[in-house]
């Protein structure tokens, strides 16, 4: 009896050590243009139904830690988490001139930072542990910018989410295609996104009839969530703790909405 309840005991402790297993893996895919591109993904390799996928954005800095652990963090939250690929695979910038000439290349040609976006948008949604019906998209700072540029598209996405990225369109007629909410996360006083380029978003958004909430947290600047970029906010970029603890609490209710 005593080998009986030992082996049922030990039974349930295998069983539920193997829900907290989050496998990830490399996974390169191919966008129209022809570029090679090397993402990460993170899931919990237990689960066998398909479940919502979630689309992260790196910042100008390429592929980092900063987004694979956002992609594990979600990943233990039951969601199939993809880190993508812009610039290509093997391309890392090593310093803020690479990394801005690499984001010019992109925002200046839209329909290229279009391209790559649906590239990983595409290879999500062939997984077949992600329900294709259930996609999110997030970035932080140039992968807001990326993020919203899915979305006016018009990929079918249930939510669109933007930590300080940029807002800038060259073509706003674009944001009539935004399918499901829109949820954009700024810092007040982020120099790199001027009032100016807020309003212009604000009135895209609205004169589209995007289901939009806007959040402009006060004393924080650019890249507010990430701890590396320091805490001077003269330079322009800081992180700021509250601004990004209230920020993602925000972003775990818009999971609950859109999912």
């Known amino acids: 009896m005593k080998g009986q309840i030992f082996l049922m005991l030990l039974s349930l402790l295998m069983s539920g050590s193997a829900y907290a297993v989050i496998k990830t893996e490399a996974v390169t895919y191919t966008a129209n243009d022809g570029a090679e591109l090397e993402g990460y993904v993170a899931y919990d390799d237990a689960k066998k139904s398909p479940r919502p996928g979630i689309l992260i954005v790196h910042d100008w800095m390429g592929l980092g830690q900063f987004t694979k652990d956002k992609a594990e963090a979600l990943a233990k939250q039951g969601y199939v988490a993809f880190e993508v690929d812009i610039y ?9 001139d690479e990394a801005m000439k690499l984001v010019k290349k992109y925002k200046d040609d839209r329909p290229l930072l279009r391209a790559h976006i649906r590239a990983a948008f595409d290879k999500l949604t062939s997984m077949p542990e992600v329900n294709k019906k259930k996609i999110l998209v997030m970035g932080y700072c140039f992968g807001g ?22 807002l800038s ?30 309003d212009a978003f604000k009135k895209e958004m609205r004169k589209a009839g995007v289901d939009m909430k806007f959040i402009a947290y006060k004393g924080a600047v650019h890249a507010f ?35």
């Open 88 to 96: 290509g695979q093997g391309i890392h910038p090593t310093n803020s």
């Open 145 to 166: 910018t990326t993020a919203l540029e899915l979305a006016r598209s018009g990929a079918p996405l249930v939510g669109t989410v933007s930590f300080h990225g940029g």
């Open 169 to 198: 369109n060259p073509t706003p007629e674009d944001a009539k295609h935004i399918q499901g909410k829109v949820l954009v996360m700024h810092g007040a006083d982020d120099p790199n996104v001027p009032p100016a380029e807020v």
């Open 225 to 259: 969530t990430n701890p590396a970029a320091g805490n001077d906010n003269s330079k322009g970029a800081a992180y700021n703790a509250e601004a990004d603890k209230k920020s993602w609490a925000e972003f775990e209710k818009f999971l609950k909405r859109v999912f």
